[in-house]
């Protein structure tokens, strides 16, 4: 007789649901129904659709602007035309997938001198390839996206250029020209100024209301022929407005003397001699009157000077 074999399992084990079976279905999570695309689809990486950090909303921006063809518009008012989030919240979700390397927007002048934003969806972070194709990474080791080198090490925010400054800066003058720079909010929302702003844009005014023009014909000045599109530094060029085109002083006029009228009083009689006589009040006649009373006079004559 053969050799009894002692491991050989004494009757055949069933399958266990779940584990070693090839169609079977976990008890609790998603449950997927997948159909192989072969038209129509965009292969989008786990590090974005499964990002730690992302918003919703910003992942599902993220994977819609990776599906658009190359020259779709993306700008704000086009995605808030497409989505029911308002304007505020997927300009916040546009932030995120900047900040985290998923778009890169820059801007550039145009032949035509437009100055238009150039936006770029990178679906890998990190790399600048233009036409790299890239593969999916595995569901279950997610690589997470390479910040930008020097994201942190911002440049320090230029100065502003200088502006004109009032002959006399009198309190009055510089509150009323800080009154101005606040008002031109209501003009056009894109000049609304920061304090430090209005406080370095003043002197300028002031130096504008220092030249006999009114604050509507500065405002005008301020507020005319500005260009369509976004102003990224609305102080800077209101500044450059404040010294370029500085209107000369007024022309010198010279005070007008004042002119005195003599004053004609009325006639009237002589207390004494009853004869007419000019005066401011009734009485007597120069003639009438004592000697030493009108200077020039004596006995109620003329009296010449001598010499």
């Not at 369509?228 to 010279?254: I, T, V, Y």
């Amino acid at each position: 007789m053969d050799t009894e074999n002692p491991s050989a399992p004494t009757r055949a084990q069933s399958r266990i649901p779940g584990k070693n079976h090839p169609r079977g279905h976990p008890h609790s999570g998603v449950v997927h129904d997948n159909a192989r695309h072969t038209t129509r689809f965009t292969v989008i990486g786990n590090h974005l659709a499964q990002h730690p950090e992302l918003s919703g909303l910003a992942i599902g921006l993220g994977v819609h602007i990776q599906s658009l063809p190359a020259g779709a518009p993306v700008d704000i008012k086009t995605l808030t035309a497409r989505f029911p989030e308002g304007a505020t919240r997927i300009a916040a979700a546009l932030r995120e997938l900047e900040a985290h390397g998923y778009l890169r927007r820059t801007r550039e002048r145009v032949p035509d001198g437009r100055i238009v934003t150039r936006t770029v969806s990178c679906n890998q972070p990190g790399h600048r390839g233009t036409q790299s194709e890239h593969r999916g990474t595995a569901a279950n080791t997610p690589r997470l996206p390479t910040r930008r080198p020097g994201l942190d090490k911002r440049p320090p925010p230029k100065l502003l250029p200088a502006v004109p400054r009032p002959a006399y800066p009198s309190p009055t003058l510089l509150q009323t020209a800080t009154d101005l720079l606040a008002g031109l909010r209501r003009q056009d929302p894109r000049l609304l100024l920061s304090t430090t702003d209005a406080e370095h844009l003043a002197p300028g005014v002031a130096a504008w209301l220092e030249r006999d023009l009114t604050p509507t014909a500065v405002r005008q000045a301020l507020t005319t022929d500005l260009p369509p599109e976004d102003l990224r530094r609305p102080a800077a060029l209101l500044a450059h407005r404040l010294a370029a085109q500085l209107p000369p002083p007024p022309p010198f006029r010279s005070p007008t003397p004042l002119t005195t009228t003599a004053v004609r009083h009325p006639l009237r009689n002589c207390d004494s001699c009853d004869r007419a006589f000019r005066g401011p009040e009734p009485g007597l006649c120069r003639a009438c009157t004592p000697a030493g009373r009108f200077p020039g006079t004596l006995n109620g004559c003329e009296v010449e000077a001598a010499g």
